[in-house]
């Protein structure tokens, strides 16, 4: 966003004020995290069906052939880095444990999956309807560039602000989940009675990594594309299959855990 809204804001300006938002929703718990994501998510839902709409009748659906004309490997492998994002869902098997109800959340997050998974396929098939596979893998944020193709009924036009609202909506929500199970994990680790503590560390950690790890968004999609996808599969699959691996050995089942 540095890099295309706020060009002239300092990196460091921009960090420390999402540090200081998204700190706040933490140190206030789940409860205030999950009421602020019923405002979020439902108007960044919105946003994204009435762009579909405008988008609809400019696109070319020739784009999209020849269908499967090197068969199924070029498409599994393509989909692969996009499933490994909506494999972040394992995240949740630190937040459900401290909700009243636990039992009663695999069909939220059921849900949730499939929401996301619909999202993701409907924004791909904007991309590439409207560009082509070729034009579109030229693009740094594609859909930044569907966003800014639109114009619609000749006085709607030059609508970024959609696209901000998107990425400020479901960015924060990310960066508060996170953050949240990363204050929760450390509490843990350290056995302390409350994780407000360690917010504030937490959160001089991540101002200080948004600056030091990536120097531009280059840097940054490089790593996304080349080097993410093995840490992923260490926390998503790895790890997770190690812990279950772990409970069976030692008679460990879900209601006694």
């Known amino acids: ?9 300092p990196i460091l300006i921009i960090s420390i004020s999402i540090a200081i938002v998204t700190a706040s929703a933490v140190r206030n718990g789940i409860e205030v995290i999950s009421r602020v994501n019923e405002l979020i998510f439902p108007s960044i839902l919105l946003i994204g069906i009435i762009l579909f709409f405008f988008i609809t009748p400019e ?50 997050v059921s849900t949730s999956i499939i929401v996301l998974g619909i999202m993701f396929m409907a924004t791909i098939f904007e991309i590439i ?24 009924f000749e006085f709607i036009a030059r609508i970024d602000p959609f696209i901000v609202i998107i990425w400020l909506g479901a960015g924060f929500m990310k960066v508060i989940v996170f953050y949240y199970c990363s204050s929760i994990s450390t509490a843990e680790f350290f056995n302390l009675k409350s994780y407000k503590p360690v917010i504030l560390p937490l959160g001089v950690i991540q101002v200080a990594l948004s600056i030091i790890l990536f ?43």
């Open 1 to 9: 966003m540095n890099g295309i809204f706020l060009s002239e804001t």
């Open 59 to 108: 696109l070319d659906l020739s784009n999209f052939k020849p269908i499967l004309a090197d068969g199924l490997k070029p498409i599994l492998k393509g989909s692969y880095l996009l499933w490994l994002f909506l494999s972040e869902i394992i995240i949740l098997t630190i937040i459900i444990p401290t909700v009243k109800q636990p039992q009663k959340s695999f069909k939220s």
């Open 129 to 152: 309807g409207l560009f082509g596979i070729y034009e579109a893998d030229n693009f740094v944020l594609p859909l930044l560039s569907v966003v800014r193709y639109i114009e619609a």
């Open 215 to 257: 120097g531009n968004i280059k840097e940054l999609l490089k790593f996304v594309f080349e080097e993410l996808h093995l840490i992923f599969l260490s926390i998503e699959v790895v790890i997770p299959l190690i812990l279950l691996l772990i409970a069976i050995i030692r008679g460990v089942s879900g209601k006694t855990a």
